[in-house]
């Protein structure tokens, strides 16, 4: 079982749609929950990162962890077609020398 | 100004070749990092130095050594290069590894084509 699991999709979506993407992770030493969006042939770029179990918003973007069911979760409302990306969800482990450990990624395709 | 840098950002080379892929950092982090990108996109570290120390070092052949002059710098040699090689190599870095929700950067990544 990998320690972050996470559908690649593709998904796709019309533009304006509400989307909702997803990870499960296995490790509950697992400290911050990040995602990561990466435009194709660019790095990955920190979108969103919390700590606790909840929401945390930020302009069109929504993170939600549930630790309990070890389960995180990023909403984006309103989607664009410049969201076209793929999202990788991303949990840092502070006690290995800030190991951040990504799930495989969903390719998001916002349809104009 | 580019925050991570790393170079060449495309590669290709023959089977059993050495190579180096070198790295800067301009943001005066602590800690640097490889990461690797495989085909199928899927995203994984490979070491990170912390002030010049290492401090992660995943399972990755002896054939890969990292060398890290001072801490703006993280240079990744690669000795007799394989097909499996092949993959988007990305270098990160950040402030300091003991601080809680460190925001790790990452450059734009090399991509090493292996022929």
């Known amino acids: 079982q990998k320690e972050v699991e996470q559908d690649p999709g593709p998904l796709s979506v019309p533009e304006g749609a509400i989307v909702s993407l997803n990870c499960t992770y296995s490790n509950s030493a697992f400290q911050y929950f990040m995602w990561y969006r990466q435009y194709s042939r660019k790095g990955p770029e920190l979108l969103m990162y919390?700590?606790?179990?909840g929401n945390k918003e930020d302009g069109r973007f929504t993170a939600q962890v549930d630790k309990s069911s070890k389960y995180i979760s990023l909403f984006i409302r309103d989607s664009q077609p410049s969201d076209s990306a793929t999202y990788l969800c991303a949990i840092l482990l502070v006690e290995y020398g800030n190991k951040l450990v990504f799930g495989a990624g969903t390719i998001l395709r916002v349809k104009s | 100004d580019t925050a991570v840098s790393q170079t060449p950002k495309y590669l290709v080379t023959q089977m059993g070749n050495d190579k180096s892929i070198k790295c800067e950092q301009n943001l005066g982090h602590d800690t640097m990092y490889w990461y690797k990108q495989d085909s199928k996109k899927f995203l994984k570290i490979m070491f990170s130095?912390?002030?010049?120390?290492?401090?992660i070092n995943e399972t990755v052949p002896n054939r890969f050594s990292p060398k890290s002059p001072d801490k703006a710098h993280l240079n990744l040699h690669i000795n007799s290069l394989e097909l499996g090689d092949s993959a988007v190599y990305f270098c990160?870095?950040?402030?300091?590894?003991?601080?809680?929700?460190?925001?790790?950067?990452f450059g734009e990544g090399s991509w090493l084509t292996v022929v």
């Open positions: 990160a870095s950040s402030q300091d590894r003991e601080r809680s929700g460190n925001t790790i950067y």
């Open positions: 919390t700590y606790s179990s």
């Open positions: 130095y912390n002030n010049k120390e290492l401090i």
